[in-house]
């Protein structure tokens, strides 16, 4: 069955370093998605992501954020400089459609918790 | 500002019985409900959706009731069984002239169903 993977798994790093996590979508998808949930808090929506560029994005998903697909397969978000409070599980989806047109399913990946020490 | 609400944080339900997850929400431009599946160490799993032109759907064991007026959804799992322990998410979209894939998830409600 397809899925969505991610890498790391975890990651720890120091406050102000920059972190990349990857993410391979589920090959014929075309609209890609990161969340992220805090421990003991909500999935929170971060961005939206197709035909290689950001569809929607919410208010966390400040400057310091940035998402790319560098290549036909891989899907990144990029935290520029990490604060504290992005300690967080930060989940890749992906969609073979739009919820309108579609079962609404969003795959997602299993997760990869960043730790901001 | 919580849209998305699911006011039982647990839920505990004997094997073979019926389990009702409740949630309820707030803002009326929201068309399209879904429910998601966590278990530790994994992402979330889609379960089941709901139109806001429909007031039911069913797929199987799971069931999701949408009662618009009262903006509130519930999932029905019948017959519960062990492996449904998990933590079940609700989630919303809007999808017409607005957000699409952008969901407002509740925080969840962990089920426990015991043998």
């Known amino acids: 069955e397809p899925e969505v993977t991610q890498t790391p798994s975890h990651q720890v790093t120091q406050m102000g370093q920059e972190v990349i996590l990857r993410c391979v979508p589920i090959?014929?998808?075309?609209?890609f998605y990161w969340y992220r949930q805090i421990l003991g808090q909500k999935v929170e929506f971060l961005v939206s992501f197709y035909n290689n560029e950001i569809s929607e994005k919410s208010e966390i998903f400040d400057d310091q954020f940035s998402v790319e697909r560098p290549d036909g397969s891989n899907f990144t978000l990029k935290i520029r400089s990490t604060k504290l409070e992005d300690s967080a599980m930060y989940f890749c989806?992906?969609?073979?459609?739009?919820?309108?047109?579609?079962?609404?399913?969003?795959?997602f990946g299993e997760g990869s918790r960043l730790t901001v020490l | 500002d919580q849209q998305v609400k699911q006011n039982s944080p647990s839920l505990s339900v004997q094997e073979g019985r019926i389990s009702i997850l409740n949630c309820d929400y707030t803002?009326?431009?929201?068309?399209?409900f879904l429910w998601y599946k966590k278990y530790p160490a994994e992402g979330p799993t889609f379960l089941i959706s709901i139109s806001s032109i429909k007031d039911k759907n069913e797929d199987g064991r799971f069931t999701v009731f949408l009662n618009k007026s009262a903006k509130h959804l519930s999932l029905h799992i019948v017959p519960s069984q062990p492996g449904d322990s998990a933590v079940y998410f609700c989630a919303a979209s809007r999808t017409y002239g607005g957000s699409q894939g952008n969901l407002i998830f509740g925080k969840g409600t962990k089920l426990s169903v015991k043998p």
């Open positions: 090959s014929n998808h075309l609209y």
């Open positions: 803002n009326s431009m929201f068309d399209y």
């Open positions: 989806a992906s969609s073979e459609a739009l919820l309108a047109g579609a079962t609404g399913e969003l795959f």
